[in-house]
Each structure stands twice: as structure tokens, then as C-alpha cells.
């Protein structure tokens, strides 16, 4: 069954660090790959997404993100957080066909100023 | 240009009872799912729907049912309500054959 499993269930980073959080998924075969983000009281927003081509992908926002096929994940980046991406971050898979859309469990990230 | 849109925003219900949600996708898309979001976790895919008809579903129980209208509108209902039902859920909408999804800002459903 597929499945996508994210690192860090809460990350903690001061402003202007540089962020990573992992996420790996499960599936066998080719898969489409994304980054939604969850604003304290907003909707899920995509940040960013994975079809084809260049495995690095950027995102809204300064957010990049490598999709590394040989290890099966999709780490999202960030040079310099800011206070305001305190937030959840939900990686999530998808069948090549549309099928089987998967969320990770999510990552909090929480910015001191 | 509006996004998708859900209502209610917050809904009690007893054990037992039965609920109706509602999603109007964003304009252009056709193709609507449906998702559960237990606090503190990702959400879970329950349905999709397209051309009025369920295309795909989740591993979730025939108490979970939905409709698609032709303005391409969807509700889903859920029977028998439990406890464990309380959750978020979250409507989203896209194109068939885009795989980009557009969420709301899902339903709050408690089960006392």
C-alpha cells in the first residue's frame, strides 16, 4: 500500500535559519509528488509540486523542494525561514494515473522571532 | 474568482445521527474529493468525485457516502455517526486530468 512518512513531527528553528524536513514515501510506481502547507487557522495551500523533468522543484514563497528517485523521498528546502512560516507542512503522494492520493502525517514548524 | 467553499464551518452531532456536508469546488473544476483530518494528523482521502459518479475511494466504511450534482457541487453524508467520525473534513477540487488539488476550509464535525 502506499504511504509517505515525514521526519520531524515538530521543528523548532529561530529566524534566518535554514529549514529541511524530510519525507519519504512508499510506492511502486511512478508517482507525482507535493508540498501543501497549513497557515494556524487557514485552509491547506499548495507550496509546491512534483510531475516530471527537473527533480529540483521551486514553490511559493522561497520553498524548494528534490525529489530524489533512488531514495524514494521529497525534502523540502528553505535558505531563511521567517516567523511567518510557522505553520504545518503535509508532504503527499500520488499515482501517475491521478490514483491513490496519500498525505504525510505533517511536520509542525514553529519560527521564533 | 471563488475558491472552494464548504459549509457548515461547525457541526455537533449525536452518536447515531446522520450528517450532510457541503463543497462548491472552485469554478473551472470538475472533480471533487473529499478528505478526513483527525487533529494531528494528514488528512485521509475518502472519495472523489466526477461526472457525478464516485471514480475512486479510500479505505473508509459504506457509512460514507457522496454525490456529485451537475453544477459539479458534492456533498458527503455520513450514516451511523461515531465518535471516532469527529474529525475536520476537507473538500477539494480540480481539474480531471490536472492533478493540483484546491482545498476549502473543511467542516469541523464533533460527535458527543
Known amino acids: 500500500a502506499q504511504s509517505v512518512s515525514q521526519h520531524n513531527h515538530h521543528v523548532i528553528l529561530s529566524e534566518a535559519a535554514s529549514l529541511e524536513l524530510g519525507c519519504n514515501y512508499s510506492y511502486g510506481g511512478t508517482v507525482n509528488l507535493f508540498w501543501y502547507v497549513q497557515y494556524p487557522g487557514q485552509h491547506l495551500q499548495l507550496l509546491l509540486k512534483y510531475f516530471s523533468g527537473d527533480p529540483l522543484v521551486k514553490g511559493i514563497k522561497g520553498f524548494e523542494a528534490e525529489f530524489i528517485k533512488s531514495k524514494f523521498s521529497f525534502n523540502l528546502r528553505k535558505p531563511s525561514v521567517q516567523w511567518s512560516d510557522t505553520a504545518e507542512y503535509f508532504c503527499?503522494?500520488?499515482?501517475?494515473?491521478?490514483?491513490?492520493?496519500?498525505f504525510g502525517p505533517g511536520t509542525r514548524l514553529s519560527v521564533l522571532p | 474568482d471563488a475558491g472552494v467553499t464548504q459549509s457548515p464551518t461547525h457541526l455537533i452531532k449525536t452518536r447515531g445521527q446522520q450528517v450532510t456536508l457541503r463543497c462548491s469546488p472552485k469554478?473551472?473544476?470538475?472533480?471533487v474529493s473529499w478528505y478526513q483530518q483527525a487533529l494531528g494528523q494528514g488528512p485521509q482521502f475518502i472519495f472523489q468525485?466526477?461526472?457525478?459518479?464516485?471514480?475512486q475511494r479510500g479505505n473508509f466504511p459504506d457509512r460514507f457516502s457522496g454525490h456529485q450534482f451537475p453544477n459539479y457541487s458534492s456533498e458527503l453524508n455520513v450514516n451511523a455517526l461515531l465518535l471516532g467520525d469527529s474529525a475536520l473534513y476537507l473538500c477539494?477540487?480540480?481539474?480531471?486530468?490536472?492533478?493540483?488539488?484546491?482545498f476549502g476550509p473543511g467542516t469541523r464535525l464533533t460527535v458527543t
Open positions: 468525485y466526477y461526472e457525478e459518479e464516485e471514480r
Open positions: 503527499a503522494v500520488m499515482g501517475n494515473y491521478g490514483q491513490n492520493f496519500v
Open positions: 469554478s473551472g473544476h470538475d472533480t
Open positions: 477539494a477540487s480540480s481539474r480531471q486530468g490536472r492533478y493540483e488539488q484546491y
